[in-house]
Protein backbone atom coordinates (compact mmCIF):
# COMPACT_ATOMS: atom_id res chain seq x y z
CA UNK A 1 0.00 0.00 0.00
CA UNK A 2 1.08 3.55 -1.06
CA UNK A 3 -0.09 6.18 0.32
CA UNK A 4 2.38 9.40 -0.64
CA UNK A 5 1.61 10.82 2.48
CA UNK A 6 4.54 12.54 3.52
CA UNK A 7 5.50 13.82 0.03
CA UNK A 8 1.98 15.63 -0.11
CA UNK A 9 2.97 17.14 3.47
CA UNK A 10 6.43 17.95 1.84
CA UNK A 11 4.58 19.96 -1.28
CA UNK A 12 2.67 22.36 1.35
CA UNK A 13 6.18 23.16 2.58
CA UNK A 14 5.80 25.54 5.16
CA UNK A 15 8.06 26.86 7.88
CA UNK A 16 7.19 25.60 11.59
CA UNK A 17 6.33 22.23 12.62
CA UNK A 18 2.92 20.34 12.21
CA UNK A 19 0.94 17.88 15.15
CA UNK A 20 -1.49 15.55 13.57
CA UNK A 21 -3.54 13.68 16.09
CA UNK A 22 -6.04 11.18 14.46
CA UNK A 23 -8.66 10.26 16.45
CA UNK A 24 -11.06 7.51 16.21
CA UNK A 25 -14.83 7.94 16.77
CA UNK A 26 -17.60 4.95 17.50
CA UNK A 27 -19.12 5.57 14.29
CA UNK A 28 -16.64 4.54 11.81
CA UNK A 29 -15.80 8.06 11.44
CA UNK A 30 -12.10 10.02 12.17
CA UNK A 31 -11.25 13.09 13.90
CA UNK A 32 -7.92 14.80 12.34
CA UNK A 33 -6.86 18.32 14.40
CA UNK A 34 -4.02 20.00 12.27
CA UNK A 35 -1.57 22.31 14.04
CA UNK A 36 1.24 24.00 12.50
CA UNK A 37 3.10 26.12 14.77
CA UNK A 38 5.75 28.43 13.98
CA UNK A 39 9.18 27.58 15.37
CA UNK A 40 9.14 31.14 16.80
CA UNK A 41 6.35 30.65 18.48
CA UNK A 42 7.54 27.58 20.11
CA UNK A 43 9.33 29.65 22.61
CA UNK A 44 6.70 32.04 23.51
CA UNK A 45 3.88 29.82 23.63
CA UNK A 46 1.80 31.27 20.75
CA UNK A 47 -0.20 29.18 19.23
CA UNK A 48 -3.46 29.04 16.75
CA UNK A 49 -6.64 26.51 17.11
CA UNK A 50 -5.94 23.34 15.21
CA UNK A 51 -7.88 22.88 11.79
CA UNK A 52 -10.71 19.93 12.55
CA UNK A 53 -11.22 17.48 9.87
CA UNK A 54 -13.99 14.93 10.08
CA UNK A 55 -15.60 12.54 8.19
CA UNK A 56 -15.29 9.16 7.31
CA UNK A 57 -11.58 7.77 5.96
CA UNK A 58 -12.74 7.77 2.28
CA UNK A 59 -13.97 11.56 2.69
CA UNK A 60 -10.94 12.72 4.63
CA UNK A 61 -8.63 11.08 1.79
CA UNK A 62 -10.26 12.90 -0.71
CA UNK A 63 -10.03 16.15 0.13
CA UNK A 64 -7.76 16.55 2.92
CA UNK A 65 -4.83 18.34 0.69
CA UNK A 66 -6.99 20.20 -0.83
CA UNK A 67 -8.79 21.94 2.08
CA UNK A 68 -5.49 21.97 4.02
CA UNK A 69 -3.15 24.09 1.68
CA UNK A 70 -5.09 27.34 1.83
CA UNK A 71 -5.18 27.70 5.63
CA UNK A 72 -1.28 26.63 5.55
CA UNK A 73 -0.29 28.88 3.63
CA UNK A 74 -2.23 31.93 5.56
CA UNK A 75 -0.60 30.46 8.44
CA UNK A 76 2.79 30.49 7.16
CA UNK A 77 2.26 34.27 6.07
CA UNK A 78 0.67 35.35 9.43
CA UNK A 79 4.27 33.81 10.82
CA UNK A 80 6.03 35.79 8.67
CA UNK A 81 4.33 38.86 9.59
CA UNK A 82 4.27 38.25 13.26
CA UNK A 83 8.05 37.73 13.23
CA UNK A 84 8.58 41.34 10.91
CA UNK A 85 6.45 42.43 13.72
CA UNK A 86 8.20 41.37 16.30
CA UNK A 87 11.86 41.89 14.73
CA UNK A 88 10.50 45.88 14.30
CA UNK A 89 9.32 45.69 17.64
CA UNK A 90 12.65 45.13 18.80
CA UNK A 91 14.29 47.78 16.71
CA UNK A 92 12.13 50.28 18.53
CA UNK A 93 12.76 48.89 22.01
CA UNK A 94 16.74 49.83 20.75
CA UNK A 95 16.11 53.11 19.81
CA UNK A 96 14.27 53.73 22.41
CA UNK A 97 17.15 52.62 24.68
CA UNK A 98 19.88 54.52 22.98
CA UNK A 99 17.85 57.73 23.46
CA UNK A 100 18.57 58.74 27.01
CA UNK A 101 22.11 58.19 26.10
CA UNK A 102 22.14 61.46 23.82
CA UNK A 103 19.76 62.89 26.16
CA UNK A 104 22.42 62.74 29.11
CA UNK A 105 25.59 63.61 26.53
CA UNK A 106 23.69 67.12 25.74
CA UNK A 107 23.12 67.66 29.11
CA UNK A 108 26.69 67.71 30.40
CA UNK A 109 27.37 69.94 27.37
CA UNK A 110 25.21 72.49 28.85
CA UNK A 111 26.35 72.18 32.55
CA UNK A 112 29.77 73.20 30.51
CA UNK A 113 28.09 75.98 28.95
CA UNK A 114 27.57 77.55 32.39
CA UNK A 115 23.95 77.83 31.58
CA UNK A 116 22.10 76.26 34.36
CA UNK A 117 18.28 77.34 33.63
CA UNK A 118 18.53 75.09 30.17
CA UNK A 119 20.80 72.28 31.99
CA UNK A 120 17.98 72.49 34.99
CA UNK A 121 15.17 71.76 32.16
CA UNK A 122 16.60 69.02 30.43
CA UNK A 123 17.93 67.17 33.73
CA UNK A 124 13.68 67.93 34.51
CA UNK A 125 12.83 66.13 31.14
CA UNK A 126 15.09 63.13 32.18
CA UNK A 127 13.66 62.55 35.24
CA UNK A 128 9.77 62.52 33.86
CA UNK A 129 11.48 60.63 30.48
CA UNK A 130 13.08 57.30 33.57
CA UNK A 131 9.25 57.88 35.42
CA UNK A 132 7.68 57.37 32.24
CA UNK A 133 10.24 54.45 31.24
CA UNK A 134 9.47 52.73 34.96
CA UNK A 135 5.70 53.22 34.70
CA UNK A 136 6.03 51.13 30.92
CA UNK A 137 7.85 48.30 33.36
CA UNK A 138 5.72 48.72 35.71
CA UNK A 139 2.73 47.70 33.19
CA UNK A 140 4.95 45.42 31.69
CA UNK A 141 5.42 43.58 34.98
CA UNK A 142 1.98 43.31 35.81
CA UNK A 143 1.35 41.40 32.43
CA UNK A 144 4.26 39.10 32.98
CA UNK A 145 6.27 40.29 30.47
CA UNK A 146 9.68 40.37 32.02
CA UNK A 147 11.72 40.26 29.35
CA UNK A 148 10.16 43.03 27.44
CA UNK A 149 10.50 44.99 30.73
CA UNK A 150 14.25 43.92 30.74
CA UNK A 151 14.87 45.25 27.60
CA UNK A 152 13.60 48.80 28.34
CA UNK A 153 15.48 48.82 31.81
CA UNK A 154 17.90 51.54 31.27
CA UNK A 155 21.50 51.44 31.92
CA UNK A 156 22.74 52.94 35.68
CA UNK A 157 25.34 55.19 33.60
CA UNK A 158 22.43 57.23 31.85
CA UNK A 159 20.89 57.90 35.39
CA UNK A 160 23.31 57.06 38.04
CA UNK A 161 21.40 59.39 40.75
CA UNK A 162 18.91 55.93 40.32
CA UNK A 163 21.32 53.56 40.29
CA UNK A 164 19.92 51.77 43.41
CA UNK A 165 16.05 51.66 41.79
CA UNK A 166 17.22 50.42 39.09
CA UNK A 167 19.75 48.13 40.34
CA UNK A 168 16.85 46.70 42.29
CA UNK A 169 14.48 46.74 39.18
CA UNK A 170 16.56 44.85 37.70
CA UNK A 171 16.94 42.39 40.12
CA UNK A 172 12.99 41.59 40.50
CA UNK A 173 12.59 41.29 37.13
CA UNK A 174 15.33 38.99 36.46
CA UNK A 175 14.05 37.02 39.41
CA UNK A 176 10.64 37.06 38.14
CA UNK A 177 11.66 36.14 34.46
CA UNK A 178 13.50 33.36 35.88
CA UNK A 179 10.64 32.20 38.13
CA UNK A 180 8.06 32.00 35.01
CA UNK A 181 10.93 29.66 33.13
CA UNK A 182 10.59 26.72 36.11
CA UNK A 183 6.97 26.56 35.18
Request: hydrophobic letters at 40%; proline letters at 3%.
Amino acid sequence: MRTNFFQAIQRLHSAGSWIINVSFSAESELLVSVLLKSSAAESGGNTLPPMLYRGTAKEIDEGFFESLSAPVEQTVSFFANLSAYQKGLEDAKAKLISKPKEKSSSVSDTKKIGDSTIASIESASIKTKFEDIVKDIAALNSSCKYGEALAILPNVEDYPDKKAEIEKLQKELNWRKSQMTLL
